[in-house]
């Protein structure tokens, strides 16, 4: 089983930058479709964006598009999450999740993923 570890996370001010890196041991990440989600206070966890595990086809939650965008690098086993133009509203936790299984599953609840990570805190203030 792939275990994952998220990195990058951090305080920004709001329309700052920051990459988040999810990085992949125990095995290859490269047959894994691999989705950012997040989850606020009081919120439910949500879908930012996902990836294929080709890299081919991506999806973006409608309040990330053109702000965000993942990105994998397969030769060092990581996914990353370049998130632009930050707003207040993007903070929460963000985790990431691999799933070897059909790409569907990852895009909607319950989120369907064979490994998930710990987590990295992102806060955008004002």
């Known amino acids: 089983q792939v275990q994952l570890a998220e990195s990058g996370g951090g305080l920004v001010q709001a329309g700052g930058s920051l990459r988040l890196s999810c990085t992949a041991s125990g095995r290859s990440l490269n047959t894994y479709a691999v989705g950012w989600f997040r989850q606020a206070p009081g919120k439910e966890r949500e879908l930012v964006a996902a990836i294929t595990w080709s890299g081919y086809t991506t999806n973006y939650a409608d309040s990330v598009k053109g702000r965000f965008a993942i990105s994998r690098d397969n030769a060092k086993n990581t996914v990353y999450l370049q998130m632009n133009s930050l707003k207040p509203e993007d903070t929460g936790v963000y985790y990431c999740?691999?799933?070897?299984?059909?790409?569907?599953?990852?895009?909607?609840?319950?989120?369907?993923?064979?490994?998930w990570g710990q987590g990295t805190q992102v806060t955008v203030s004002s």
């Open positions: 999740a691999a799933g070897r299984r059909s790409y569907g599953p990852l895009l909607k609840p319950p989120y369907e993923a064979d490994s």
